[in-house]
């Protein structure tokens, strides 16, 4: 009887210890998971890459990779989407980023470009400014077809009036595609080039008032055509009040 008593107290003894054994590996278990388990892949996604295509998924790693960023292969807990998202935002072609992780642990990544609105060509510097007004880097990668600005200008003119005439263009569907570029003398005397007749020099004066000095340029060019064809005019000056100036 004693010898029973012995074995079962023993066992007793022995299935309190294993269950408390494994009720501390799954605690442990428990704990341990969320670090052990690591991000599998980082999948970018270019919400408008069928209008633009700044930017490469190598370059995007590296920008991760130079910020000690990179998630793949590190531990979930030590990944931090927020920083990841203001680093992206940080590049100078990026307009918006949004970081998530997917249920298969891969870190999904989606994008926006920033979007240039006229491109400034200067002796010493060339830059961009786009549809914020902010100066934005003339990268190789950047085909948008935008205003042409030369000659004698700077950021906060090009950010401003200038930028005002290239949104204004844009949205124009007469002068959009007949505009080649703008030359700025100086900040009082702009000159603007047309595709179609490069040669003749039109001059716009100050900035102010383009609206209506291209209104009366659209008017002289189709009215004006067959009476002025042979004039073989090399400007036409748009600071006199309803005429255009022509000279040879």
């Not at 969320?34 to 930017?55: F, G, H, N, W």
């Not at 009036?161 to 263009?169: E, K, R, S």
Request: hydrophobic fraction near 40%; charged fraction near 25%; proline fraction near 4%.
């Amino acid at each position: 009887m004693i010898e029973w008593l012995k074995n079962h107290i023993w066992g007793i003894v022995g299935v309190s210890i294993v269950s408390i054994v494994l009720l501390m590996a799954i605690v442990w278990g428990k704990k341990q998971t969320p670090k052990t388990v690591s991000c599998q892949a980082i999948v970018y996604e270019i919400l408008d890459s069928r209008q633009r295509m700044y930017v490469e998924e190598d370059q995007l790693n590296l920008t991760l990779n130079i910020a000690g960023l990179y998630p793949v292969g590190q531990p979930l807990s030590n990944i931090s989407l927020s920083k990841m998202e203001q680093t992206f935002k940080n590049h100078p072609m990026i307009e918006t980023a949004e970081c998530f992780l997917q249920p298969d642990n891969v870190v999904k990544v989606q994008l926006t470009q920033r979007v240039p609105l006229l491109r400034v060509e200067l002796a010493k510097d060339t830059f961009l400014i786009d549809t914020h007004r902010r100066r934005m880097e003339a990268w190789p990668s950047v085909k948008d077809k935008v205003l042409l600005v030369k000659g004698k200008t700077d950021e906060e003119l090009a950010s401003t009036q200038l930028a005002d005439l290239a949104q204004w263009l844009k949205g124009n569907a007469y002068w959009r595609e007949r505009v080649e570029y703008v030359e700025m003398m100086s900040p009082e005397m702009m000159h603007l080039y047309l595709h179609d007749h490069p040669q003749v020099k039109i001059i716009m004066g100050e900035i102010d008032g383009y609206t209506a000095k291209l209104a009366k340029l659209k008017t002289f060019m189709e009215n004006g055509k067959e009476a002025t064809k042979d004039k073989n005019y090399t400007e036409l000056d748009l600071r006199f009040k309803d005429q255009v100036v022509g000279r040879k």
